[in-house]
């Protein structure tokens, strides 16, 4: 059986529990599964380091990336994320802070799904949180494993 | 002449003779400065005196040429009239030859048989057909120079013979004849002397003026001959650039005076210009001189002959060495400023991004504290969390804002048409679904269109019809107007509205950054829009300005191209 799990690549104690609570407050139940940097990032999607025993069974259902990480870049992840073939297919969200033009073109450009700006007023982000679970993890039909 | 009726005759003739060779001497000399007219004058005078005909025959070189004719009877004349300009050589020239050789020749009454044996047949033929009864040649002489022949012919029987008086007088003539002609010539000589002189004087002094065009010209100036292309001619500021006098540049080729590199680079541009006959354009090339290198703008121009073929090259350079530098210099201010602009931008880049995190953490948080907190507060508890969220949420606006400021400041200007209409439309669209209850009447004219940058436009309508619309928020019968109109013979636009106004006494406040002319509580808003605008419409070289009066609304005016006026 499969565990649909959403990854949260935040550096931020702050914007993690906030968006763990805009999870909960939107009724997403899938399990989040939160790396603190860049370089853990890709020790999780590729299984090495602490995450060298990560569960088979669990299947990345989206996830939501920052850009701006420690150790490795948040659009670093995501270049080596589309270079692996196992991990190439999997919905990426980039959720930042930043909504400079040339973030927004490089994040496409290097191939996320999607793009949203986290907004400052807590209301409007549960609601943008609830509409990226609704489509990722409800609407949007993913690739086959 | 022998009895006494003819001798007084004689006298009469003498005295007559004498006055004749003193005036006709006198017209002579006064006739110099015209040899032509001297001539004829010759002719003239001698026939006059001594009727029918008189020939002036003058040497030159190894001939004889006729030079005038002149004739008492008319129709005699124009008989002999196409001798003029004839030419004989001394050595076929007969009977004016003997004379010139060996003095007078008188025949008073010709013999044809004796004559044929001394002229040509087809002269005897003409002496004949003019029925030529006498004649007499004397040299033209002067100071033991002989420069030519008078002949004197008598025709038929209408004047008496030619006799020893008649021989004497043209001898005088031809004496003073002579000396009129020698003295025309040398007045000639001097004449054309002076021509000379005067023309030579107008050449140097062309060139000397072309001399000190080249010398003075503030470029270098060089010429190379085309088949060695060594050099034939430097000027001043050529001598001052390459350190060189053109005593010891002249003769010299570039392989003598500049490194072989160089050199070879020099002399193929040379050549360059002269196969193709045309003028070689060379915008930079370094040279070596004593300040050190040198660049150059030269232009290589050949100079061909008649025929067109180059004979020389001209060079012209003008020294860039200082310009070049300018522009290193520039582009090193530009890089800086280019260093800077990207430090503003991941200034900007932080500000977007770091100042809005614990924003967020303020407002995520006092909202969950309400949440789940909020039924062990008070009102006045509940009411400080929500104004710490209002606040929160203020300045994540200001940021906005003033990185929207910065982009426009920084962001290049891509001009291009702007369908000011369509846009204004997008944006009250946006606004009216922000707000659905409220009730505006909108006036957009149609077709209104700009060149100017599309994202800068949609930036700079958003904040004046955002405007308009916050202003007339507390306004019954609410009207926002976009429309066109012409300023200073520059297409100029304006947003209208009819809200809360501005007293014309702030208007220099409206556009700078934070300044505000209605309290936050009333009118909410940063402060920083309608500077964006301004700065926008600086961007495009336009301006903006507005007028309005309190509680009677508002039109904001601007132009989006530099005004003339």
């Given at each position: 059986?499969?565990?649909?799990?959403?990854?949260l690549v935040e550096?931020?104690?702050?914007?993690?529990e906030l968006?763990?609570?805009a999870?909960?407050?939107?009724?997403?139940v899938?399990?989040?599964?939160?790396?603190?940097d860049?370089?853990e990032?890709?020790d999780?999607?590729?299984?090495?380091?602490?995450?060298?025993?990560r569960?088979?069974?669990?299947?990345?259902?989206?996830?939501?990336?920052d850009?701006?990480?420690?150790?490795?870049d948040g659009?670093?992840v995501l270049?080596a994320?589309?270079?692996?073939?196992r991990?190439?297919?999997i919905?990426?969200?980039i959720?930042?802070s930043s909504a400079?033009?040339?973030?927004?073109?490089?994040?496409?450009?290097?191939g996320?799904n999607?793009?949203?700006?986290?907004p400052?007023?807590?209301t409007?982000?549960v609601?943008?949180?609830r509409?990226?679970g609704?489509?990722?993890?409800v609407?949007n039909?993913?690739?086959?494993? | 002449?022998a009895d006494?009726g003819?001798?007084?005759?004689?006298?009469?003739?003498?005295r007559?003779?004498l006055?004749?060779?003193?005036?006709?001497?006198?017209?002579?000399?006064?006739?110099?400065?015209d040899?032509?007219?001297?001539?004829?004058?010759?002719?003239?005078?001698?026939?006059?005196?001594?009727?029918?005909t008189?020939?002036?025959?003058?040497?030159?070189?190894d001939t004889?040429t006729?030079v005038?004719?002149?004739?008492?009877?008319?129709?005699?004349e124009t008989?002999?009239?196409?001798?003029?300009d004839?030419?004989?050589p001394?050595a076929?020239?007969?009977?004016?030859?003997?004379?010139l050789?060996?003095?007078?020749?008188?025949m008073?009454?010709?013999?044809?048989?004796a004559?044929?044996?001394?002229m040509?047949?087809?002269?005897?033929?003409?002496?004949?057909?003019?029925?030529?009864?006498g004649?007499?040649?004397?040299p033209?002489?002067?100071?033991?120079?002989?420069?030519?022949?008078?002949?004197v012919?008598?025709?038929?029987?209408?004047h008496?013979?030619?006799?020893?008086?008649d021989?004497?007088?043209?001898?005088?003539?031809?004496?003073h004849?002579?000396?009129?002609?020698?003295?025309?010539r040398l007045?000639?000589?001097?004449?054309r002397s002076?021509?000379?002189?005067?023309?030579?004087?107008?050449?140097?002094?062309?060139?000397?003026l072309?001399?000190?065009?080249?010398?003075?010209?503030p470029?270098m100036?060089?010429?190379?001959?085309?088949?060695?292309l060594?050099?034939?001619?430097?000027?001043?500021?050529?001598?001052?650039?390459?350190?060189?006098?053109?005593?010891?540049?002249?003769?010299?080729t570039?392989?003598d005076?500049?490194?072989a590199?160089?050199?070879e680079?020099?002399?193929?541009k040379?050549r360059?210009?002269?196969a193709?006959?045309?003028?070689?354009?060379?915008?930079?090339e370094p040279i070596?001189?004593?300040?050190?290198t040198?660049?150059?703008?030269?232009k290589?121009?050949?100079?061909?002959?008649?025929?067109g073929?180059?004979?020389?090259?001209?060079?012209?350079?003008?020294?860039?060495?200082?310009?070049?530098?300018?522009?290193?210099?520039l582009?090193a201010?530009?890089?800086i400023?280019?260093?800077?602009?990207?430090?503003?931008?991941?200034?900007?880049?932080s500000?977007?991004?770091?100042?809005?995190?614990?924003?967020?953490?303020?407002?995520?948080?006092s909202?969950a504290?309400?949440?789940?907190y909020?039924?062990?507060?008070?009102p006045e508890?509940?009411?400080?969390l929500?104004?710490?969220r209002?606040?929160?949420?203020?300045?994540?606006?200001l940021?906005?804002?003033l990185?929207?400021?910065?982009?426009?400041t920084?962001?290049e200007?891509r001009?291009?048409?702007?369908?000011?209409s369509?846009?204004?439309?997008?944006?009250?669209?946006?606004?009216?679904?922000?707000?659905?209850d409220?009730?505006?009447?909108?006036v957009i004219?149609a077709?209104?269109?700009?060149?100017?940058?599309?994202?800068?436009?949609?930036i700079?309508?958003?904040n004046?019809?955002?405007?308009?619309?916050?202003?007339?928020?507390?306004?019954?019968a609410?009207?926002?107007?976009?429309?066109?109109?012409?300023?200073?013979?520059?297409?100029?636009w304006f947003?209208?509205?009819?809200?809360?106004?501005?007293?014309m006494a702030y208007?220099?406040?409206?556009?700078g950054?934070?300044?505000?002319?209605?309290?936050?509580?009333?009118?909410?808003?940063?402060?920083?829009?309608?500077a964006t605008?301004?700065?926008?419409?600086?961007?495009?070289?336009?301006?903006?300005?507005?007028?309005?009066?309190?509680g009677?609304?508002?039109?904001?005016y601007?132009?989006?191209?530099?005004?003339?006026a």
């Open positions: 059986m499969h565990d649909r799990v959403i990854v550096d931020n104690a702050n914007d993690e968006t763990l609570r999870f909960r407050k939107s009724n997403i899938n399990r989040v599964v939160v790396v603190r860049g370089a990032a890709l999780y999607f590729f299984c090495r380091g602490p995450h060298a025993n569960p088979a069974g669990e299947v990345v259902q989206v996830v939501l990336l850009l701006k990480l420690p150790k490795v659009l670093d270049r994320l589309r270079a692996d073939e991990t190439r297919l919905p990426i969200v959720l930042t400079e033009d040339q973030d927004l073109l490089r994040g496409y450009g290097l996320a999607s793009y949203v700006r986290k400052v007023d807590f409007q982000f609601e943008a949180v509409q990226l609704l489509y990722w993890l609407i039909q993913a690739a086959p494993v | 002449m006494d003819t001798s007084s005759a004689l006298v009469k003739r003498l007559d003779g006055r004749l060779v003193s005036t006709v001497a006198q017209a002579f000399a006064e006739n110099t400065s040899y032509r007219r001297l001539l004829a004058a010759i002719a003239y005078s001698i026939a006059d005196a001594i009727p029918d008189c020939i002036v025959l003058l040497k030159s070189g004889i006729v005038a004719i002149d004739d008492a009877q008319p129709d005699a008989r002999f009239r196409h001798m003029v004839r030419s004989t001394m076929e020239a007969g009977i004016s030859g003997r004379v050789a060996g003095g007078p020749l008188f008073p009454r010709i013999d044809y048989g004559l044929a044996t001394h040509a047949p087809s002269a005897v033929d003409l002496l004949k057909a003019a029925d030529t009864t004649m007499l040649v004397v033209l002489a002067s100071g033991g120079e002989l420069i030519g022949v008078v002949w012919l008598r025709h038929g029987a209408q008496p013979p030619l006799d020893e008086l021989l004497e007088i043209v001898k005088d003539l031809a004496n004849a002579a000396l009129a002609i020698l003295n025309a007045f000639q000589r001097l004449e002076e021509q000379l002189r005067a023309a030579e004087e107008r050449a140097v002094q062309a060139s000397s072309l001399d000190a065009i080249i010398e003075n010209i470029d100036v060089f010429v190379k001959d085309a088949d060695r060594a050099f034939v001619r430097l000027n001043r500021a050529g001598e001052q650039l390459l350190g060189l006098s053109r005593g010891q540049l002249i003769g010299k570039d392989f005076l500049f490194p590199s160089q050199a680079f020099f002399v193929a040379d360059e210009a002269l193709a006959t045309e003028v070689v354009d060379i915008t930079e070596q001189t004593p300040q050190g040198r660049w150059l703008h030269t290589k121009v050949p100079l061909c002959d008649a025929a073929v180059p004979r020389y090259l001209l060079g012209i350079s003008h020294d860039i060495t200082e310009r070049k530098h300018a522009i290193a210099e582009s201010a530009k890089s400023a280019e260093d800077a602009n990207r430090e503003l931008e991941s200034f900007s880049y500000v977007a991004h770091d100042l809005r995190t614990p924003l967020r953490a303020i407002d995520g948080f909202l504290l309400a949440e789940d909020g039924d062990r507060l008070d508890g509940r009411r400080y929500a104004r710490v209002e606040a929160a949420q203020r300045m994540a606006e940021i906005d804002d990185l929207t400021l910065s982009r426009v920084r962001s200007l001009r291009d048409r702007v369908d000011l369509a846009v204004a439309h997008t944006v009250l669209g946006a606004l009216q679904r922000l707000e659905p409220r009730r505006v009447e909108t004219a077709g209104l269109s700009a060149d100017a940058d599309p994202q800068l436009a949609a700079l309508l958003d004046l019809l955002g405007n308009a619309w916050k202003f007339t928020a507390k306004t019954a609410a009207r926002i107007e976009l429309g066109q109109t012409t300023v200073d013979g520059v297409v100029a947003v209208r509205d009819n809200g809360a106004g501005f007293d208007r220099d406040k409206l556009f950054v934070f300044q505000r002319l209605h309290p936050e509580a009333e009118f909410p808003g940063t402060g920083i829009g309608l605008v301004a700065r926008i419409t600086q961007r495009h070289r336009g301006r903006i300005w507005a007028d309005g009066r309190p009677e609304g508002a039109t904001f601007f132009t989006l191209t530099e005004s003339h």
